[in-house]
């Protein structure tokens, strides 16, 4: 099978040549003064991507369901309440690693499809006059569904009912690939990990933390070490980390920030809209129906389909996986089955997205599905071409 085919599955995401090759160096000294010089200005540069000044940003070597381990666990003691929205994989995955934790978790159910409401945060939060929710946690997006909720709106719930708890937000599949705002919407742990919109390899979590996250990490109970926020901390301020760094990673991500502070990331983002957008117009000229309800939802990074009724979702990707060599996201959870995904986030053009469609066209079409050959493909083509610039395109 081809390894240049792209992957369409939400992450990890295809590595561009000049990542790979970054990330392909000889072992050095994590002790040694150029190691020093390449960390710290990768620290602040993250702060950029996050959008905060006033917080910081540290690192794991852990994948993104790390990264929710270090941020309840150096945060919360057993016992602490939170309060969650379920609405997909993600956010059920999250609150059962904080249940494990033994956290008293209060629980929104949403119907998947949905989006975090806000409003429902807020009648929680307002009810809560003693003040035992610690933290709000929330998935910006949820990858399962392809839904994009706004965060903005779940900080202003929170500051509508005056409560002092601290917003968590989930943005694994989202930073470096969508807007995110960490100081302006008030965010106190923002979670991500390198192999989504840094188009890395797998094996870093990435955690822009708040003053106050930082502060609650003082008297925090949750028993941690290799994730110790404080550990962290202090070794970075010296120039190193506690233990031994993923030091190839580390120079991967030097590259990945380089490349989109070239691009800039008003541009990553507007790329990403635009190839979805594409994606979008497939779907709907194939008369299928996203997952995500309303388009204030749709993802820029992911998008889950429903199949027609009677077809069965993951008899499509494993057709097209055994038949063109080309891998899509099956449907999680409540999904299974019913919907298959398109990532479209990290290293991507509109070229890519569209052998990506035709590939899941011809699958459709060898099954029988409704659709007609082409339909999809060339709704696509019609968007890319009505808004080609070339001046996106230089991130594949
Ligand atoms: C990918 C992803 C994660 C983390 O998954 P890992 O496999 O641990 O990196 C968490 N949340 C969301 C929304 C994701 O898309």
């Known amino acids: 099978m081809s390894d240049q085919n792209p992957v369409f599955i939400p992450g990890p995401t295809n590595i561009p040549d000049r990542l790979r090759h970054a990330m392909s ?4 000294d994590h002790r040694a003064p150029d190691f020093i010089e390449l960390l710290a200005p990768l620290l602040r540069d993250l702060k950029k991507v996050f959008r905060t000044t006033s917080g910081q940003v540290l690192t794991f070597p852990a994948s993104g369901t790390g990264g929710w ?7 919360l003691s057993p016992g602490d309440k939170v309060l969650a929205a379920r609405f997909g994989m993600f956010s059920h995955r999250w609150i059962d690693l904080c249940q494990r934790h033994g956290l008293d978790v209060e629980i929104i159910e949403c119907e998947w499809g949905e ?5 429902l945060y807020g009648e929680r939060l307002a009810a809560d006059s003693g003040h035992e929710i610690k933290a709000v946690l929330v998935t910006h997006n949820e990858t399962a569904t392809g839904v994009r909720s706004d965060i903005g709106a779940v900080r202003r719930a929170i500051d509508a009912a005056n409560h002092p708890a601290m917003l ?17 919407w008030g965010v106190d742990l923002a979670v991500s990990g390198s192999q989504k919109g840094f188009m890395l390899a797998t094996g870093m979590a990435i955690i ?17 070490t290799f994730l110790d926020f404080g550990d962290m901390a202090a070794a970075n301020e010296k120039g190193g980390f506690p233990y031994t760094p993923p030091l190839q990673i580390m120079f991967g991500l030097r590259e990945s920030l380089d490349m989109l502070f070239e691009e800039g990331l008003e541009n990553v983002f507007a790329r990403h809209a635009r190839i979805a957008e594409g994606v979008r117009a497939a779907v709907g000229a194939w008369g299928l129906e996203l997952c995500a309800r309303r388009p204030e939802l749709y993802s820029d990074t992911v998008s889950a389909i429903y199949v027609p ?3 069965n979702s993951d008899e499509l990707t494993n057709h097209i996986f055994d038949t063109y060599g080309v891998s899509f996201g099956v449907g999680l959870g409540e999904m299974a089955g019913r919907a298959f995904r398109i990532g479209h986030l990290g290293s991507l053009t509109d070229v890519m997205a569209l052998s990506g469609i035709a590939a899941v ?8 599905y409704p659709i007609e050959l082409g339909s999809g493909t060339s709704a696509a083509q019609e968007h890319y071409r009505r808004t080609a610039r070339p001046v996106l395109q230089s991130a594949a």
């Open 25 to 28: 160096i000889q072992t050095m």
């Open 361 to 368: 066209e011809m699958a459709m079409a060898d099954l029988g």
């Open 168 to 184: 968590y937000v989930d943005c694994v599949s989202s930073l470096a690939s969508m807007d995110f705002r960490m100081d302006e």
């Open 309 to 311: 009724r009677g077809f």
């Open 208 to 224: 822009g933390v708040s003053r106050k996250a930082l502060e609650a990490a003082k008297t925090a109970r949750c028993p941690r």
């Open 69 to 75: 381990e270090a941020a309840i666990t150096n945060t």
């Open 115 to 119: 989006g975090a409401p806000a409003d």
